[in-house]
């Protein structure tokens, strides 16, 4: 069965970091695309970033680049995402997902499976 297990969010001032962690159990790990989401109160779901499975290829939203950067450690089937900069919009959910395909995209639909989410809350 697999399994995707976010953890790290938290709470944080602006200006903070933060470190997420998705642990994937139950598959393939090191050949699929890993992607990070994230959905705030009253929006629809948001790409963030995902990482080929080499971790040779990442792709960020325009609206954290610089800021965060993905990654990902086979041999430990976990793929990290550390936020830096943080923002009061950066608060949401954050959902960490997996492809079946071996190239990202920024589309959700190409992921087909999906961790709970952990929510990230940045006070100003």
């Known amino acids: 069965q697999v399994q995707l297990v976010e953890s790290g969010g938290g709470l944080v001032q602006a200006g903070g970091s933060l470190r997420l962690s998705c642990a994937d159990s139950?598959?393939?790990?090191?050949?699929?695309?890993m992607g990070w989401f994230r959905q705030a109160p009253g929006k629809e779901r948001e790409f963030v970033a995902y990482?080929?499975?080499?971790?040779?290829?990442?792709y960020y939203a325009e609206s954290v680049k610089g800021r965060f950067t993905i990654s990902r450690d086979n041999a430990k089937n976990t793929v990290y995402l550390e936020m830096n900069s943080l923002k009061p919009e950066d608060t949401a959910v954050y959902y960490c997902?997996?492809?079946?395909?071996?190239?990202?995209?920024?589309?959700?639909?190409?992921?087909?499976?999906w961790g709970q989410g952990t929510q990230v809350t940045v006070s100003s």
């Open positions: 990482i080929n499975w080499t971790g040779g290829g990442t």
């Open positions: 997902a997996a492809a079946s395909a071996s190239y990202g995209s920024t589309r959700a639909g190409h992921y087909r499976y």
């Open positions: 139950g598959r393939t790990f090191s050949a699929s695309t």
